[in-house]
């Protein structure tokens, strides 16, 4: 990721990173329905394995998954395509990166939440979602705080071999610009709901016109 972008294009990085968390968080309502951290999907849980404590120490004690496995490599690992497709590294450019991907991590994870039938705006709190059960500070869990002080850290490290602060300035016009973003998302949630409860109106699934005889059949409710 390019460090010192212009106007032009730090706009259409916001744009573009709102939009791949709007889609990693639409990819994920249709994979999990309403049963969050792989709840209920064929991938395997680990809680008391040394791999699985360890990642529970920085992950506040959530189950190592095998599914969390992919999906939180996947889109760090596609960060960094620009390296391999001819951006210079430097540490600069790196903590635009590395501080990128914590606040679209947060962005990913609250659209899930916003854009589910099963939570909205009105069920994600405390005592609704048992992976975020420790720690809340207000509407949000203490992960999204950390999160974010973790982005502002990494833009703020830039300054270590640039001498100045022009990328933790840009890292704040991204916080500020996917929290805009977020509550258009917000006031479009409802229409989203609808379409996904359309989609999955009784009788309306398909898969028994092609799918082998026996297989098919409606989709379970979700």
């Known amino acids: 990721m390019i460090a010192s972008p ?11 990173l709102f939009v791949y968390a709007l889609l990693f968080a639409a990819v994920e309502i249709e994979i999990e329905g309403p049963y969050g951290w792989a ?11 040394r791999a ?33 497709g001819g951006v210079a590294w430097s540490w ?16 990913w994870d609250f659209l899930w939440f916003l854009l ?6 009105a069920r ?4 609704e979602v048992w992976w975020h059960g420790r720690t809340w500070l207000g509407r949000f869990p203490i992960d999204y705080y950390g999160a974010v002080v973790t982005s502002v850290a ?5 300054r270590l071999t640039t001498g100045d602060f022009a990328v933790l300035c840009r890292q704040a016009v991204v916080l500020a610009s996917f929290a805009v973003l977020t509550l258009l998302s917000a006031a479009a949630a409802p229409a989203y709901m609808r379409w996904y409860q359309q989609m999955r109106r009784p009788g309306s699934d398909e898969r028994r016109l092609c799918l082998p ?10």
Not at 6 to 16: E, K, M, N, T
Not at 39 to 49: I, K, M, N, Q, S
Not at 213 to 222: E, F, L, N, V, W
């Open 154 to 158: 990494f833009a703020a490290s830039a």
């Open 6 to 16: 212009g106007a032009a294009a730090l706009c259409l990085r916001i744009v573009f």
């Open 92 to 107: 600069a450019a790196e903590a635009a990166t590395l501080s990128a991907y914590m606040a679209w991590v947060v962005i």
């Open 39 to 49: 709840e209920r999907l064929p991938t395997w849980f680990r809680v008391t394995t």
């Open 116 to 121: 589910n039938p099963r939570f909205g705006w």
């Open 213 to 222: 005889d026996g297989a098919g059949g409606d989709a379970p409710a979700p």
């Open 52 to 84: 699985a404590r360890f990642y529970g120490l920085f992950m506040r004690g959530k189950p190592l998954t095998g599914y969390h496995a992919v999906m939180f490599v996947l889109p760090l690992w596609s960060f960094h395509l620009g390296f391999v």
């Open 124 to 127: 994600f709190r405390k005592g």
